[in-house]
């Protein structure tokens, strides 16, 4: 069975509740004409029994009618259009007196029925309200009146009604149904802007956006979330586009780089000392090569931050001084002067290698960016349940407007204007990647030609 669109679910389910709800209004309007046309029959049927109990005479255990002439003459000898029946019995069942509109017929007395009860039953055929009501003498019953009164005119109301109801009742949901479906179209017409825009969404046309409704409901919501994560992976897709490109530039460089020397080697015979001298620049370009795929597989490793954490107690301050001692020989040669402020112990909870990546970098580039004779300090220190780590150099520092582009990978702030400085710009990308990985606040402030300051935020621990 082929499944109904959303548009049409949409309409039978309105469809589906309108249904009931005619129902029970359609009943409830046949209910209460029903019961006012006998409440009107049983007000009328009620007078009639108090009339003529008051033309009765009651003596010696029998009754009579006070004016027989007069009652014989009255409208129960004429056609009504609501004819009343009345009938007297004797108290033995037998048959006193009746109104001449029964004619041959008779009302049968229904011992099953209790005094005075109105209750339905047929003479000729023909629906009647009847009761029956004892006529006493004292506390004894000499007879009965049994009156009755036509109830085909109200059926013929009740069956009329039923007809226009049973009729209109699928008409009314037939035409509820398309009006339903035109408004569910109307409604959902959104979707459709969805789903044509996400057919023509592919990965070398991401600029096209859902158009955004007039009214600010769930459907308005729905479309600017699509959008905004349309504009995520357009972002997320050119951001790999130029990482890719960028890579595969600083992949070749050392590549051709390597290639050129060597082609130059081959062309002739050299001395011993040339031959020295280029393999080793060789060397250096392949150790270059290398640290750079490293770096490439260590943001491919973590890039989407599912790497498991081996979370232990981490001694900061020896975490520092090994990383200093690390480029001890890079430092001497800048003759740069090192100050550490660790006014105590400080340890924090954190994955110890990942968090060694992230402070070998940082000394790296504090290191790598200042110039012969500066200075770098580097400081540990408590803030409201925190500790700040500072590592804050006076070296060549970094561009107002570079510093909102200092994380993105493979850029490299004033690096034309020092060429000698070698890098990258994969460092500072995966220092940031790290942190939001270990739950690391890091922050970057600096100012050109006088240094930069790095702070990193993290919780602090007790030794265990």
């Known amino acids: ?54 033309e009765i005479e009651i003596k010696n255990n029998s009754f009579s009618l006070i004016h027989m002439e007069e009652w014989e003459e009255r409208e129960h000898n004429t056609v009504d259009v609501n004819p009343v029946f009345i009938q007297f019995l004797n108290k033995e069942g037998t048959i006193i007196e009746k109104s001449p509109n029964l004619k041959n ?14 209750f339905d039953t047929k003479i000729l055929g023909n629906k009647i309200r009847q009761i029956q009501v004892p006529i006493f ?37 037939i035409l509820l149904f398309f009006i339903a479906r ?16 996400s057919n023509i969404i592919t990965k070398d046309n991401l600029t096209s956006r859902i158009p955004l409704p007039q009214n600010r409901d769930e459907l308005y919501v729905l479309s600017q979330t699509i959008n905004s994560l349309l504009d995520r992976v357009e972002t997320a897709i050119e951001r790999e586009k130029q990482f890719t490109s960028d890579a595969s530039h ?3 460089t050392p590549l051709t780089v390597i290639k050129g020397t060597l082609e130059v ?10 031959y020295q001298d280029k393999i080793n620049f060789c060397v250096n370009e392949v150790d270059r090569l290398n640290h750079l795929v490293d770096q490439l597989l260590l943001m491919a490793r973590f890039e989407n931050q599912k790497q498991t954490l081996n979370i232990e107690n981490v001694y900061l301050n020896a975490v520092f001084l090994d990383a200093i001692a690390r480029y001890s020989s890079k430092i001497q040669s800048k003759n740069i002067t090192i100050a ?53 150099d006076s070296g060549i520092g970094i561009p107002t407007d570079d510093l909102q582009k200092v994380f993105n990978p493979f850029y490299r702030s004033k690096s034309n204007d020092h060429p000698a400085i070698k890098g990258t710009g994969l460092g500072l990308s995966i220092v940031n990647r790290l942190c939001a990985l270990l739950l690391i606040e890091i922050g970057i402030t600096s100012e050109e030609g ?14 265990k």
Not at 265 to 274: F, N, S, V
Not at 354 to 366: E, G, K, M, V
Not at 450 to 463: N, Q, R, Y
Request: glycine letters at 2%.
């Open 265 to 274: 080697l081959i062309r002739k015979p050299r001395d011993t000392a040339e």
């Open 105 to 118: 017929q008779v009302l049968h007395f229904n011992k099953k029925v209790a005094d005075n009860e109105l």
């Open 340 to 392: 550490t402020d660790f006014t105590r112990d400080f340890y924090t909870d954190t994955d110890n290698y990942l968090f060694l990546i992230i402070i070998n970098n940082l000394i790296s580039n504090a290191v790598k960016y200042s110039n012969q004779e500066d200075s770098i300090t580097i400081k540990i220190i408590s803030s409201i349940n925190k500790i700040e780590c500072h590592i804050i």
């Open 137 to 173: 003498d004292g506390s004894t019953a000499v007879g009965y009146i049994l009156i009755a009164m036509s109830l085909e005119g109200a059926s013929v109301v009740l069956l009329n009604l039923s007809e226009i109801l049973s009729i209109a009742y699928p008409l009314i949901l």
């Open 250 to 252: 600083e992949l070749r």
């Open 1 to 54: 069975m082929q499944k109904l669109s959303f548009k049409n679910r949409i309409a039978s389910y309105y469809i589906i509740t309108t249904a009931l709800l005619i129902f029970v209004v359609f009943f409830v309007i046949y209910s209460i004409v029903k019961l006012s046309v006998y409440n009107h029959l049983n007000t009328d049927i009620s007078k009639e029994v108090k009339n003529h109990l008051n």
């Open 182 to 197: 035109f408004i569910a179209g109307r409604s959902i017409a959104p979707i459709n802007s969805i789903i044509t825009t």
């Open 450 to 463: 006088i240094g930069t300051k790095v702070i990193l935020s993290l919780h602090e621990a007790e030794l």
